[in-house]
């Protein structure tokens, strides 16, 4: 009796080009945020009269805040799990609960950028402060929930990631404390002191963080990233 062996076909291993992608994009979306913090014509605290008034006089710049934000909210969502999939080996609990935290809150931030939607396309349309804010304020209550999904996910998250790029090892400390600090800042530069260069420095240091671990994913072996194809 004689056997033959099994033939097998070569699967193609993508994980090279994955790494290269998670690394790359990496930055990408908290870069997008800083700068938008930093060109947005109202300030966080303003009233919906004040936000309408401002955007109707500097359309140029509520044009450029959805085209960032567009960019966030492709990239940002990928690159909370590129991070994950990097510290989940050393510290699995942490990076649990970040990216349960974060992942929602960045999903809610197309919710939210409905609200510079309205904004521009009243601008756009020719229509007078006050008609673009009794737009802008009949906002569905999903909108306060989305709200609520963004503030405490996308911060509380970014700080626990931060932690588990801290506990895991993975970056250089100067990184895991830049993620760590960066929604913290952002939240004086957007709530307390109305700044946008600090705005735009705090988002900053989450971009300049995850860029590191970008850096680091482009360092490891293949196997280390993920599991081979198989067929």
Do not use: C
């Not at 109707?56 to 567009?70: C, N």
């Not at 690159?79 to 990076?95: C, D, F, I, Q, S």
């Not at 530069?189 to 988002?203: E, Q, R, S």
């Amino acid at each position: 009796m004689t056997t033959t062996a099994a033939r097998t076909t070569p699967v193609a291993d993508t994980r090279g080009i994955t790494r290269w992608a998670a690394a790359l994009l990496l930055p990408v979306g908290p870069a997008a945020v800083a700068v938008l913090r930093y060109v947005l014509p109202y300030d966080t605290v303003d009233d919906t009269s004040t936000m309408a008034a401002k955007a109707i006089a500097e359309p140029g710049r509520a044009s450029a805040v959805l085209w960032l934000g567009l960019i966030a909210i492709l990239t940002l969502v990928p690159a909370a799990y590129a991070v994950g999939r990097l510290t989940r080996r050393r510290a699995p609990k942490l990076t649990l609960v970040a990216l349960a935290l974060l992942i929602p809150g960045y999903l809610s931030l197309g919710w939210l950028a409905g609200s510079d939607q309205l904004l521009w396309a009243g601008a756009d349309a020719g229509l007078e402060a006050g008609s673009v804010t009794r737009i802008a304020e009949a906002v569905h209550p999903t909108g306060e929930i989305a709200g609520v999904f963004f503030v405490l996910g996308h911060v509380i998250g970014t700080i626990l990631l931060g932690a588990a790029m801290w506990r895991s090892r993975v970056v250089a400390r100067w990184a895991a404390v830049a993620v760590m600090v960066s929604q913290p800042v952002h939240i004086v530069a957007a709530v307390i002191i109305p700044n946008h260069t600090l705005d735009l420095f705090g988002w900053g240091l989450q971009a300049a963080g995850f860029a590191a671990a970008g850096w680091a994913i482009l360092k490891l072996r293949n196997d280390d990233w993920d599991l081979p194809a198989v067929r």
